[in-house]
């Protein structure tokens, strides 16, 4: 089977022009490797999954700087308190008939994240006020979480609910809601300036694969790429947290700096599918997260899907809420709460492929590159250089003129001062990171300079 | 028939899922009866009639603070003289055979508004010259004035026209042309602050009754409403007026604290009929009034049509005028001058309703109670305010969020202080009036103040 | 011939309503025949074919005040450097039959724009270097040049190519490439103020029709006509230059003036042909030369072709130069390198009409007469001025109003000094010069001052 994904993800690397080489093609693997290691994992967003996690992508990239910080229970985050610690052994249900049924280690949606402590016996009638099921999707078991109220409960497909029958049922969750504390990992990436580009994931939901294995892993595997460049320019703050309370409780511990030193930023989740990708802008809708990502998408995906802010539902609603502002934008191919799987059980290792995760990382790889080289260029001299004594220009003048001539003079025209590189890239309709060759030879001719 | 208007109104109100009440179904008939009281009358820009119009809306809606206020003719008022006042008793011809014709006493249309006296014979080549009538409207008697030149004539059906014989004609106007003075109500509401929300309507058409009995009478029942409020931030000033002599007198006396204190304007007209509505935009386009009544229309009618601002044909000439410049955007169901009724004698009481009235009255309701809503609002805390442990948000995560929830959190994101409530309910197309629970809630609990 | 294209402009004339009398049937035929008179003449963006156009410009249209100036060889202007001179008598190729083909004195197309001089016997092989055509429009000869690198060639059409046998062949070209100067000519037409309106145009190309003999020629019949305006707002600057280094060497000595006074420009080129109006923008897009532009083009030719900024290939490329960013627009009939004669022998007398050509005269005689008409204006009476009892507002008031009436309070609603004439003309959808009498007419009432 997985040398099927390969041939598949070659497949569509091969369409991809800009997909062509070996290595690529293992970086997908790997990537999709990672997720299949990780989905067992029974995550929530504190306790002992969270942190087996974390240490699994720290130690398998090798990002010795990623901290793993841990917040106490209790710890007053603006509106929201850290809650308990959560952590389970085992859950299942004995039917009438003595059979074990909703068995976590067959698959830990079965029980309800966060669920109490329970071991007793009751009635189909009460079992029912405990169960969780989806009439539409009936062979899938729904994700369920109860995180700021007490409970317990047990999800299931619709088909196994079906088959219930009326007699005694032993509920048994092994389970403890201590005080503990949240876990989240933090990696700081220094670069020339203290502006920092922020990268947000979420490590909290169990076995689930577009959402979320694949955002954490994509990430990580950016840091890691980022890590090994010669130079950056920005300073990269990248975490891993629990979605919700994760957010809020890094903000309410950094937001200051945040604000200060951020100029963009990138909510990661749901990147590992085939399926197109989906843009939500930030609040303010233009910022240069913002800016960059669409002039990527519109350039290598053009049928991406574009959201609004309105459609917000993961960590953007926290670095966008009122006050808080910072430039985040989020990237995903099907968006979560949009595509069938989602918040299910069918949400598994079959849904992402190597080049699903592989063209995220692409598309955010460009994005970051379109980041590092933003910079104002202003021309040095007035009217239009000479470029064909520097061998820029075509000496013989015919009907045809180049596109990568036309893109230079157009990119020259705008280098008034009053535009960064991207904006001009933007209005030019030129890809940025193909105008990479000819801005370093005008600048290298004297011809521009940062203004 | 009165009865089958209440059954037509009754139906209508069952579409339409914001009329459900007994007291709405009453409203739009006292409306309706008020435009049969006062439908007789023969009105003009001057004289008898507009004053005995102005007291039965008076008396009948108990509006003992609506001032009756007196112009002298003559009285300059910017580029304009106040004309001299007409009043009139009787006009008729009798044609050669001896019958009565063009009689004032079966519709007050068959005379030129504003004719002087005139008892004399003519021939029927003379009497052509003063005659109106509408060749493509062959049972419509016209409605023409002549304010500004003195002029006698008369307005007939163009089958009337057709059937006159050749011989002596002898045409009676029994009016009168004399120093007077124009005449105007002004009520003054007063708010919880200076600030004005300002409603112009004009009484000086004679019989018609879209244009113009409805504006009048579905503005002072605005009025009446408002009157009966236990709060209001805005102070309210409405006029009732002459068309244009009277915008331009009424400015003339007082557009000084008018500039400066109004914050929205409506100009009301033609809003008794049933079909779909009209908006005219100020000539800044972007005010108040606009933002209101757009968001209005937009969600409860939005197959309304949107003129341009150089549709104007009304009172919002004189109020957008340069120099004037006040927020005023105009409201209508049939716009002025694009019905095929308008300024005949089509535009009967079988033109308006109950219903119809009605609905312009709701909407103008909403566009008001979106004003004195408006507001600018900030969060007290950062981040998310935790709105589960408030009752206010679902404890257990499915697949599904709710509308309310979700316009709740999208609200919130906005409260920033950049934004007053009716900018962020149009930015995220809920009705504001629907977030009306929303917001004392969010205020009740702290999470909300004024900025 | 000439005669058939006399009617064809008639015809044309008949249909364009603008177009009523035998002047400008005359006018266009003027133009005609100068471009006749031009055709032959070697040009290049040096030497004496440029000299000799540019004094039967000035000669036939007896523009007295129009300078010739020269730029000697070496002279550096910005990056540039003034090139060699280039001058030629003669050239041609003997074929191995002993037949003469590619001869100058048939089309000067035949040489390579700036080649060396050559005199000597090459085998085919070596020829085929040196010659251009065209293989998809194998009976047109190409138009090629290269002036800054020294080389030698000849254009034939592809169809003489593919004759051509093996053999030795004679090249002979008879030119001369040695210091001396580049011209221009410049004409300033003073007017009661500093400010400017530019016009450029080019005057380098050999013998081709609409690019470019129609440019100069429609725009030096621009300059007869403004020379003899009783009274000009605006100064105009108006040159004849070589394309790219004409205008650099222009710019390089008279920008600082230029930015200083010039508030609208024009570069005219390729407007000869009958086919549609082109429009391409100036960097900045909205200054009044390209709202006065595009404001004619809408009321007269709404079917013009709109281009991108981005498409620019000829002198605009220097005024709206980073750093230069003159407020100039482009105007053509076929835009330069979108129609299928451009740069080839099939640009020709017969690609340009009378009609053609004065169809752009009146175009750019109807944008200059907007910019001098454009002015702010403010109303001197608040609320609308009483037109009826200056006979300027009809005394009856009936169903109808007529448009002039409605463009003239339109007009002044607009009238409070934010906005200039040519903006309201905009806004209210009127054509400015139509509009001229009635601001006359209003500034005559007193009723309209200039802010």
Known sequence: MKNSKVEEAEAIIIRNSDLKNIDVIALGNDMHDLCTKLFPICRSITGNGFRA???????????KDLRQIEVPTGTKCFDWIVPKEWNIKDAYIIDPNGNKICDF??????????????????SLATLQDHLYSLPEQPNAIPYITSYYKERWGFCLTQNQRDQLIEGDYQVV?????????L?????????????????????????????????????????????????????????????TIGSITYLSRNYKTMKKNIIAGFNVSCVGDDRVYSYLPSKQGD?????????????????FMRYSFLDRQSDERQY?????????????????????????????LTLITPAGLLGAYQVLQKAIKCLEMNETLCTTVLCEPQLGKRGLYPTISTKESSAIVKDMMNFLAYCDGSLSNLEIARIIGAPLWELEDTINKLKAEGLLRVC
């Open 173 to 181: 969750i092994d389970s403890t809601l201590e005080d503990g504390s």
């Open 105 to 122: 280690n067959a698959s830990n949606l079965h029980v309800v994240n966060y669920s109490i402590p329970v071991n007793k016996t009751v």
């Open 320 to 348: 966008c809420s009122s006050g808080i502002d910072l430039p985040v934008c989020s990237v995903m191919r099907s968006k979560y709460g949009e595509y069938p799987e989602y918040h299910t059980s069918l949400d598994d």
């Open 183 to 243: 876990t989240y990992g933090e990696l700081i990436i220094p670069g020339e300036t203290e502006e920092e580009i922020f990268i947000s994931t979420y490590l909290c939901h169990p076995s689930m694969a577009n959402n979320e294995l694949s955002g954490p892993v994509v990430t990580l595997h950016l840091a890691k790429w980022l890590m090994n460049l010669d130079a950056r320019k920005y300073t990269y703050r990248i975490i891993v947290i629990p979605e």
């Open 287 to 303: 910022t240069f997260a913002d800016i960059s990502l669409l002039h990527v998408l519109n350039h290598t995906h053009p049928d």
């Open 53 to 63: 996690s974390l240490n699994i992508l720290k130690n398998d990239l090798g990002l």
